[in-house]
């Protein structure tokens, strides 16, 4: 959200001059359906800014809650209580901005989660068993052996990039996600357990039955997928087997803020910000939205209740100083954009939020319809502050029809496109929902395996070859690749053109090895990137592909800059040179 930086600074000002005073209303909420039993909820406190959070973290404990986390960078103190009415009391304690429901161990999923999963996965069980197993194999290619499937790395110019910068290893690219394989064969030469951390604790009513002592994995563990999809496209290996990365070169840090289901949480995605700023990684990939509000609105949606656009407000301001601090330090955030197949300057009512039941709610946790606005709610991370927002389009160049767009270009949603696949490209031709029309990369076995992809000998299923599953093996030793679609696949391209620019312009720094400002770098990807104009008329139906009046989208602005792909499509070679 780089456009609308000034815009964005002066209403975090105003947040913060005006005290969020709508907290005071919850002051007299009634006792919690968790606490009116006498278990214990968890709560997340933001101290006000100047505060002391060391005093506010006594202050806590003196009132009976057991604190639990502390983000001292950013004031947010995650705790626990059984005080049935602990919003109200910890909101009175001095130095407090405001208090948030945090995640409960008693929560449970609602449905609307898995939209994400059909839309990245939407090629799945969509074509006959044997009949697509994945794009068809380019002549020539003298990289690594799938390589040849990537069309997505020729479309930003990757291989070209490659004869001059591959990336360097003192460049560092936090992965922040459902976690990372750190032992996959593709990944393990890139990948820094040293500095990788795990920011979130498994939870069995949404995670599954945990499989580590506390309940918190490894920091080389991806029980999801996305996470090491999202890390092979940035940095996969460039070592003679599977595929390579846009950066190959670099060093890949897996900053886990995502659950194993999928979700992310204030908590966890704040701690891996703030990290990742400590450490000096030096760019950071956000493929996810904060949940359990797709939007989180200031003061609240019309239909919220006080509560719920208390918590909201505290999303917004905790993730506001959290991306500011990282930022500050050099790390260069690229988010995606989003796939809602929606104007983000003009939202549709929101039917799937909040998107998990939480006990410590005082509310009914059903989704219900809210009603957006786009001068007050946001997507976050990516309409947060300093965030480079990636939109998605497909192998013809055409926008993905679920990437989000806007219409407003002042806004700041959007600043670059790039591949993240789209299973409907090619209308009228062989290549029509196929996989080839999606992103491959890496894949963590024991997720194909339990998704039924792969059997327990390590081979693939009739599912797994429908689905383009592939498996390449050197020396006995096997790496597993998938084909995924989404915004989520698309901004990794660029984050790993982001980490090409670093390794080729950065500044060397005696504690972070090569440094270059986040705006440098994002003004240089914005320069370099390809332009890409509006489609004729500036609308693009999508009902030839199958999709309702819903799905259509309207391109405003020129070649240089526009609403479907912003300054254009990332140039990996441009950034280079």
Not at 221 to 235: Q, R
Not at 304 to 311: F, L
Not at 401 to 414: H, K, M, Q, V
Request: with cysteine.
């Amino acid at each position: 959200m780089y456009r609308a930086r000034a815009l964005a600074a002066a209403s975090a000002a105003a947040m913060v001059a005006a005290g969020l005073t709508g907290l005071a209303t919850t002051a007299t909420a009634a006792p919690t359906k968790a606490t009116a039993s006498g278990a214990s909820s968890s709560w997340l406190v933001l101290a006000d800014r100047g505060a002391s959070t060391a005093a506010l973290v006594k202050e806590l404990r003196a009132a009976g809650a057991t604190v639990t986390s502390v983000n001292e960078a950013i004031g947010l103190v995650s705790v626990t209580s059984k005080d049935a009415r602990f919003r109200a009391s910890a909101s009175r304690i001095a130095g407090v901005q405001g208090v948030a429901a945090d995640v409960s161990i008693g929560s449970s999923p609602n449905p609307v989660k898995a939209r994400a999963d059909k839309v990245e996965k939407e090629h799945q069980g969509a074509t006959a068993k044997g009949k697509d197993k994945g794009a068809k194999a380019k002549k020539g290619v003298k990289a690594d052996p799938l390589d040849q499937y990537l069309w997505g790395m020729d479309m930003i110019n990757a291989p070209a990039a490659h004869a001059i910068e591959r990336g360097d290893k003192r460049v560092t690219v936090g992965v922040m996600d459902t976690g990372v394989d750190g032992a996959h064969p593709d990944l393990a030469p890139n990948f820094d357990a040293k500095k990788s951390r795990n920011f979130t604790t498994d939870i069995e009513a949404i995670d599954g039955p945990c499989e580590f002592t506390g309940c918190v994995d490894p920091a080389n563990v991806d029980d999801n997928g996305h996470g090491t999809h999202v890390a092979g496209t940035i940095g996969a290996a460039l070592n003679g087997r599977g595929v390579s990365g846009v950066a190959p070169g670099v060093t890949l840090v897996n900053v886990r803020a995502g659950q194993d289901s999928g979700y992310f949480f204030l908590g966890p995605v704040t701690n891996a910000l703030t990290y990742s700023g400590d450490i000096g990684i030096d760019v950071v990939n956000m493929s996810f939205y904060v949940d359990p509000w797709l939007y989180n609105c200031r003061g609240g949606a019309p239909e919220d209740s006080a509560p719920a656009a208390a918590d909201q407000e505290i999303i917004i301001a905790a993730m506001t100083r959290a991306l500011n601090y990282a930022n500050a330090r050099g790390v260069t955030l690229v988010g995606a954009l989003g796939n809602n197949h929606e104007d983000l300057a003009k939202p549709r009512v929101d039917l799937s939020s909040p998107d998990y039941d939480n006990p410590a709610y005082d509310w009914d946790t059903a989704p219900y319809p809210r009603t957006i606005s786009n001068a007050n709610c946001l997507d976050l991370p990516v309409e947060g502050p300093n965030v480079i927002g990636v939109s998605s389009l497909g192998p013809t160049g055409t926008k993905s029809d679920f990437s989000n767009y806007t219409t407003d270009l002042s806004s700041g949603e959007i600043e670059v496109s790039a591949p993240g696949g789209w299973f409907r490209d090619g209308f009228g031709t062989d290549t029509y929902r196929t996989n080839g029309n999606l992103i491959l990369s890496t894949a963590p076995l024991h997720v194909l395996q339990a998704e039924g992809a792969v059997d327990e000998d390590g081979n693939i299923t009739p599912d797994g070859e429908a689905a383009g599953v592939m498996k390449e093996c050197v020396k006995r030793v096997c790496g597993y690749y998938q084909y995924l679609q989404g915004t989520s696949m698309a901004s990794p391209h660029a984050a790993g053109v982001a980490a090409l620019a670093v390794s080729a312009h950065g500044r060397v720094d005696g504690k972070r090895g090569l440094t270059m400002a986040p705006d440098a770098v994002a003004m240089l990807m914005m320069r370099t990137a390809t332009d890409h104009a509006c489609p004729p008329g500036g609308v693009r139906s999508y009902a030839q592909e199958g999709r309702s009046a819903e799905w259509t989208a309207t391109c405003v602005g020129n070649a240089d800059f526009n609403g479907f792909y912003g300054a254009g499509i990332v140039n990996a070679l441009g950034v280079v040179q």
